[in-house]
């Protein structure tokens, strides 16, 4: 089983290392959430540190009045075999070893310093510091050491500080898979201990909570903690463990830890209050009967670990099935990918015309609603104005007035009207080809695929927009040659038309005549000329879309990536690497995702086994 205590120590540094717990709301810290932990809990100066480093066996805590933790400190003990060197590792400086401890001490410190400021002000964060030691000295063990308790602020700490670091410690031990170490001193009333109050509220039934009374060296004399360590005036679950910490005196003289842990099995030994619990006294039996029971709590544990485990891995398998895999470095193989993505891309883009997503509609609307209305808006009344047909009719005449009718008048006045449905035949072009290309946007945005690759991206909106400019040349050579075409040739009937229905008006009233040269002729005139018009504009409102969709909407459909297709395939193996040249962030998340995919599946495969085993 301590193969297992081992794994899940593995499994906490690995999730930190790879950002699945830090403090945060990342959305997998749930597997860090269910590995349980051991928390140091007590009120300033209760002799946490010192119960620490009696448990480590080395002097590597920053000391000093007031609030020393500033940080949680996550410490995770690592058993090694006997003989060999004892160091440490932080999380936050990779491949660096520490053997010396007060080293270890001055990292910490400054390491609190770079998150919280000037140790002066102290400032607190719940960010954690993680630090790793290696020792044969231990037994396999995960500890976090929180900032003690208080109960008012003092100068230079913020008026919440009490609150602050209640709620921090609180966040810690309210976790179901968190043991309790509540630590308070034994020279104190035990009615009054932070830690006991803060456990029993997150911990009534007392399940996960251990009591340790320190500094029962300290007691005044003829006085003990019997009543307390032997559970008769504040029983708990678990046994009360005794602890003596090192004197100021042998703090002073840098006195070795392992020499106080001799001195402390001495005092429990000889004591005529505490020698018949001697067995179970002390900062050894403290760290073997925590390990004991984290061992205890981690096979109770292993099935919503597993599970937690087996969610991260489908989370992380989804994830990566999204971000693609890997670019090969084969040119044929690029190509492959390349071609694969702008046929995605193209089924997007088509879907958006044909109606599977929106967009296509606005096109229609252009048909619908902007053409008719913009010809409606015409200043035909203008130019068909009394003075200006006299004054076109006039000009077309020459030296000579006409006869009869003024054929060519009529025919300037035609086309000087037609001439103004090129506006709207313009606009519809430039109004769908801004549609096509804010589509041609769209579409490289919801293409899943591409989101790796920003230069394939711009490479693929410039060859659809270089297309799209083709195909509105070609669509407004197209129009504008219908409005041309209108003008070239006039329809013949609607005129004799217009005349036999002249003939039988005057066969039916001879007696009235109009004066081919006065107001009422060319009213006449100007009448017929905008009921021809309005004839040739019902014509156009159905012509140009069709010239519109036939020159830009279908070509876009069929041959929008064509000239790029053409060019991709001759180009070399360098310039295919250029095109999927990752984003850097995505090339970093698929990364970090097949870390711990690579992790997960790896604490999984190793938990079976030490269940097996055990």
Request: glycine share 6%.
């Amino acid at each position: 089983m301590e193969s297992l205590i081992l794994l899940i120590n593995e499994i906490q540094r690995a999730c930190t290392a790879l950002g699945d717990y830090g403090g945060g709301n990342n959305a997998l810290t749930s597997l860090w959430e269910a590995l349980p932990t051991v928390a140091v809990v007590g009120g300033q100066s209760s002799g946490k540190s010192s119960v620490l480093e009696s448990i480590v066996g080395r002097d590597f805590l920053p000391r000093g009045s007031g609030i020393v933790t500033r940080r949680p400190l996550v410490l995770q003990l690592h058993k090694t075999d006997n003989g060999t060197e004892e160091y440490a590792e932080f999380l936050h400086l990779t491949n660096k070893k520490f053997t010396n401890f007060a080293l270890v001490r001055k990292e910490i410190e400054d390491e609190t310093d770079r998150i919280t400021g000037n140790g002066k002000n102290k400032q607190i964060s719940p960010v954690p510091i993680h630090l790793s030691i290696f020792s044969p000295n231990v037994v396999n063990l995960t500890l976090v050491d929180l900032p003690g308790l208080t109960k008012v602020a003092v100068d230079g700490q913020p008026e919440s500080i009490v609150e602050d670091i209640e709620s921090m410690v609180r966040s810690y031990v309210a976790k179901p898979t968190c043991l309790i170490l509540a630590i308070s001193p034994a020279n104190q009333d035990i009615a009054t201990s932070d830690a006991m109050k803060l456990a029993k509220e997150v911990d009534p039934t007392g399940e996960r909570t251990f009591g340790v009374l320190t500094k029962l060296d300290l007691m005044d004399k003829g006085t003990n903690a019997l009543n307390v360590i032997e559970g008769r005036s504040y029983r708990l679950q678990y046994p009360w463990v005794g602890i003596v910490n090192r004197s100021q005196e042998d703090i002073n003289k840098n006195v070795d830890m392992m020499v106080a842990r001799r001195k402390e099995r001495e005092y429990f030994e000889t004591s005529p209050d505490y020698g018949h619990l001697a067995a179970r006294m002390g900062s050894e039996f403290l760290a073997k009967l925590l390990s004991k029971l984290l061992e205890s709590v981690i096979r109770s544990r292993i099935p919503s670990i597993l599970s937690s485990i087996n969610k991260n891995i489908e989370e992380l398998e989804r994830e990566l099935d999204q971000l693609g895999r890997p670019v090969a470095i084969d040119a044929g193989a690029q190509l492959y990918t390349i071609l694969g993505m702008c046929r995605a891309f193209e089924k997007i883009f088509k879907e958006h015309l044909d109606g599977g997503r929106p967009g296509g509609a606005r096109i229609y609307g252009i048909f619908d609603y902007n053409l008719p209305g913009a010809i409606k808006q015409l200043p035909l009344d203008r130019h068909l104005s009394l003075q200006s047909v006299k004054r076109i009719v006039s000009e077309s005449d020459g030296y000579q007035p006409h006869l009869i009718a003024p054929e060519l008048g009529y025919r300037r006045l035609i086309e000087g009207s037609l001439d103004h449905f090129r506006g709207p035949a313009e606009a519809s072009v430039n109004a769908v080809h801004l549609i096509l290309k804010e589509l041609v946007r769209k579409s490289i945005a919801e293409t899943e695929e591409l989101k790796r690759f920003p230069s394939l991206q711009i490479e693929l909106v410039a060859a659809a927009n270089s297309s799209l400019e083709k195909f509105r040349e070609e669509s407004m050579k197209s129009v504008l040659r219908l409005v041309d075409m209108e003008s070239s040739y006039l329809t013949v009937d609607f005129f004799r038309k217009l005349h036999a229905e002249s003939q039988a008006v005057s066969m039916s009233s001879p007696t009235t005549t109009i004066d081919q040269y006065g107001e009422g002729h060319f009213r006449k005139i100007a009448s017929n000329v905008a009921a021809y018009i309005k004839m040739v504009a019902k014509t156009l409102v159905n012509t140009i879309p069709k010239a519109v969709v036939h020159c830009q909407v279908r070509q876009a459909k069929l041959s929008l990536l064509s000239y790029f297709y053409a060019q991709i395939s001759q180009s070399p193996g360098k310039r295919l690497g250029q095109l999927l040249d990752e984003n850097p962030a995505l090339m970093e998340r698929r990364m970090q995702c097949a870390k711990r995919l690579e992790l997960y599946k790896k604490a999984k495969d190793e938990i079976d086994a030490a269940v097996c085993v055990g």
